[in-house]
């Protein structure tokens, strides 16, 4: 089962970007909301199963302590020390098909985005048995066309603690450059050459236009870009 969160979880976001991306003709909006969760190196296991084996130990329980029946033995030292602390998880990695629920409290309220893409899955890892995980939620949906919704989101960042679900698909798909929430890719190889020699590539970008890179930051990569305004329409 790919990296979710089943259960309402308290995370930090780190950052909220706001952003425009062309679609066609059409500029849209979209947001990269970046959070965080520090907690016990469980959490390595919603990563992938085996993960917190690899990176943690226990090292009473070598130096020959029993552990109690039906006690979950605790790993709370790194394994290999002197490697890296910090691991990039599926580097490159944009899945999209997410659920993600910002609960906003008692009243009920809530964002509720389906089609969301998670990407930038990173850890670091820390001795004692403690864990921090990041990633970035990328969304561009028509319900961003509420000013109210995507102010609040705007806002984020400074909220600092919020209340989230993230919820995995059964199938996660790679979310393709240009991709739109709720509307599904047009695959290249299906799109044929014309007569005058263009080739699936070529056709396939007049249709949907320049996209930025999608990599939350804000910036393109030099072949069409986003809003040229940092930070969203300005």
């Not at 059409?26 to 969760?37: L, N």
Request: glycine residues 14%.
């Amino acid at each position: 089962m790919p990296f979710q969160l089943e259960k309402v979880t308290q995370v930090t976001v780190t950052n909220a970007n706001p952003r425009r991306e062309l679609h066609g003709e059409d500029r849209v909006r979209a947001i990269d909301i970046s959070f965080s969760i520090t907690g016990e190196n469980t959490l390595l296991d919603l990563i992938e199963p085996g993960l917190r084996e690899h990176h943690y130990f226990n090292k009473a329980m070598t130096s020959g302590q029993e552990p109690l029946p039906g006690v979950i033995v605790p790993l709370p030292n790194l394994r290999y020390p002197k490697l890296p602390q910090a691991y990039a998880y599926g580097k490159g990695d944009r899945l999209r098909g997410y659920r993600f629920i910002w609960d906003w409290g008692t009243e009920g309220d809530h964002v509720d985005f389906t089609d969301v893409v998670l990407t930038g899955l990173h850890y670091d890892l820390q001795e004692g048995g403690s864990v921090t995980v990041r990633g970035t939620i990328q969304y561009n949906g028509d319900e961003l066309q509420d000013n109210d919704v995507y102010g609040e989101l705007s806002g984020l960042a400074s909220e600092g603690e919020i209340y989230i679900k993230l919820l995995a698909p059964g199938e996660l798909l790679p979310a393709k450059k240009g991709y739109r929430a709720g509307k599904p890719d047009t695959p290249q190889q299906q799109v044929p050459a014309d007569g005058d020699g263009k080739t699936a590539g070529d056709i396939f970008a007049e249709q949907h236009g320049d996209q930025g890179d999608g990599d939350g930051d804000g910036q393109g990569d030099g072949q069409g870009t986003d809003d040229d305004t940092p930070g969203g329409e300005g």
